[in-house]
């Protein structure tokens, strides 16, 4: 069993930087990729980012790459997500997500356990 928590949401102005983190608790966490996630209101849940279980390999959405990175800190059971140059349109309530083995890393569908969501607000 994995819970996980997010913290660091808030209001920012675009063109600023928000570092989003995610606290799991669970043994087995340092075995589990993790994936973030985001809602915006009146849209789906789209895949942001997510990382292997070592930390060797990071995938994004192509609306982000280049602005955001995901990391993770196996020995805090964290996970962050570095957001960079935000713009409006990231304005979204972020999920991280984590399962033993994801189907498909872009996938909601994919990952068992989540997060409550953390909300971001970019103003122009």
């Known amino acids: 069993q994995v819970q996980l928590a997010e913290s660091g949401g808030g209001l920012v102005q675009a063109g600023a930087s928000r570092r989003l983190s995610c606290a799991a608790s669970?043994?087995?966490?340092?075995?589990?990729?993790m994936a973030w996630f985001r809602q915006a209101p009146g849209k789906e849940r789209e895949f942001v980012a997510s990382?292997?279980?070592?930390?060797?390999?990071?995938y994004y959405a192509d609306s982000v790459k280049g602005r955001f990175t995901i990391s993770r800190d196996n020995a805090k059971n964290t996970v962050y997500l570095q957001m960079n140059s935000l713009k409006a349109e990231d304005t979204a309530v972020y999920y991280c997500?984590?399962?033993?083995?994801?189907?498909?890393?872009?996938?909601?569908?994919?990952?068992?356990?989540w997060g409550q969501g953390t909300q971001v607000t970019v103003s122009s």
């Open positions: 997500a984590a399962d033993q083995r994801p189907r498909l890393y872009r996938d909601v569908g994919s990952y068992k356990y």
């Open positions: 669970g043994r087995t966490f340092n075995t589990y990729p």
């Open positions: 990382i292997t279980w070592s930390g060797g390999s990071t």
